[in-house]
Structure formats: structure tokens, C-alpha cells
């Protein structure tokens, strides 16, 4: 495709439920990376993938949460026993080369709520 | 990474240019300087970045300051349309993610 493609682009799930949010990157771009974004804040790091390892994983919050990329293509961010606090847009960006002089492209992020 | 301080917000007058500042002073040699803005309901985009020289792209220049403890976005003629959360952001050497702060919300008045 063009671009970084997320879904579902909302997704509301009940209190205690495994949702599973899915993000296709660019076609060849080595590096994958999830951030999380809750109302007035910028985006918040969760993990990043170089081919199918995950390189940084510092940014999980907790247990719940995991992601995993067996082809070193498309990443499913998994969030198993969700709670409220999870609510947030979860944004998944690419980039061709994990390294600092690249330029990363961001999907239009997946809203998830948790009622 | 290093940390990046940005005014919370700033004002434009359409057509305008416009000058985000941000300080980074205890960036490191090996620091690039990147800038994504954040349009209301849309995931960030990639507007410049550079080293060391000044850049300039379809989008935006930006100026570095010698020192290289501060830089500035500039918007040539602000529209409608940049009205936006602008992100500076460092990123280290090696394989390390974006590490995003507030940024600045930027609103352009017709």
C-alpha cells in the first residue's frame, strides 16, 4: 500500500476483553514501532521491531500488553484483560531503517475504548 | 534521548510566516533534530530534519543554531492548514525510537 495502514480504526471493547489491533507498514521498511496517544499528550513509545525481533520493548506498560511481528511485516498489538485506562488512539509507524537520519511514517492509529 | 523544550502554543496570522523555536541543550554530537506536526484526528507526519546545516524542503526550513542547543521551524506562509501540534524531537545515533514531548499547538487565524 501507500502508506502505514492501521486497523480497525475504532474499536470499542467491554472491561476484561482481548482486543488485538493490527498495523501493516510500508512495504520493505525494516522498522515498526507502536505508540500509544491519550487526549492532550503526545505520543507515547510502547515498542519497536527491527525485522522480527523486538529491538525496545521498554515501553509496555505492563503484562498485558504484547506484540509480536513473525514476518518482519505486519504487527499485532495484543492487550489481553483490558481496563479503561487502556483508552487511547494507538498509532504504529514505519520506517525503511531503524537509524536517526530516517524519516517515519505514522498510521492514522487505531481508537480504542474500553467501556 | 536528549529532552527538547517547546512554548506550549503559539499564533499565526494566515499567510504569515511563522517561527517555532525549540532548545535542546544538552543534545549530543551525534543528535539528529527532526520535526512532526500532528493535524487534529490524523497520527503525526514528518515535516524536516537535519543535522549540523541548516534544510530547507517543500514543506519548512530549518535553521540550526551554531551551537546547535536550539533550532527553529519555519513556516513560510502559514494557512488554515498547519494549524497543527508541532513536535522537536531528538534522535540519538543507533536504532532508537522517536521519543515525542508535548510539542507546540499552532493555531493560524483567517
Known amino acids: 500500500g501507500a502508506g502505514v495502514s492501521q486497523t480497525p480504526s475504532n474499536k470499542v471493547t467491554e472491561k476484561g476483553k482481548y482486543v488485538e489491533l493490527r498495523c501493516d507498514p510500508i512495504?520493505?521498511?525494516?522498522?515498526l514501532y507502536w505508540y500509544r496517544q491519550s487526549l492532550g499528550q503526545g505520543p507515547e513509545f510502547l515498542i519497536y521491531?527491527?525485522?522480527?525481533?523486538?529491538?525496545?520493548d521498554s515501553g509496555l506498560p505492563n503484562d498485558r500488553f504484547f506484540a509480536v511481528r513473525p514476518e518482519g511485516s505486519v504487527s499485532t498489538l495484543k492487550i489481553q484483560r483490558t481496563e479503561r485506562g487502556d483508552s487511547a488512539v494507538y498509532l504504529c509507524?514505519?520506517?525503511?531503517?531503524?537509524?536517526?537520519?530516517?524519516?517515519?511514517?505514522f498510521g492514522q492509529g487505531t481508537r480504542l475504548t474500553v467501556v | 534521548d536528549a529532552k527538547t523544550t517547546q512554548p506550549n502554543s503559539m499564533e499565526s496570522n494566515e499567510e504569515e510566516p511563522v517561527h517555532l523555536p525549540c532548545n535542546h541543550s544538552?543534545?549530543?554530537?551525534?543528535?539528529?533534530i527532526h520535526w512532526y506536526r500532528q493535524l487534529p484526528s490524523q497520527g503525526p507526519e514528518y515535516v524536516i530534519h537535519?543535522?549540523?546545516s541548516n534544510v530547507n524542503n517543500r514543506m519548512a526550513s530549518l535553521a540550526i543554531a551554531e551551537d546547535r542547543k536550539s533550532s527553529t521551524l519555519i513556516l513560510h506562509r502559514a494557512t488554515l492548514r498547519d494549524a497543527a501540534v508541532y513536535y522537536c524531537?531528538?534522535?540519538?545515533?543507533?536504532?532508537?525510537?522517536?521519543?515525542f514531548g508535548k510539542g507546540t499547538r499552532l493555531s493560524v487565524i483567517a
Open positions: 524531537i531528538l534522535r540519538g545515533a543507533g536504532n532508537t525510537p522517536l521519543v
Open positions: 521491531f527491527q525485522g522480527t525481533g523486538a529491538a525496545d
Open positions: 537535519g543535522l549540523t
Open positions: 512495504s520493505g521498511h525494516t522498522a
Open positions: 544538552t543534545i549530543s554530537g551525534t543528535d539528529y
Open positions: 509507524a514505519s520506517t525503511l531503517q531503524g537509524i536517526a537520519n530516517t524519516e517515519a511514517f
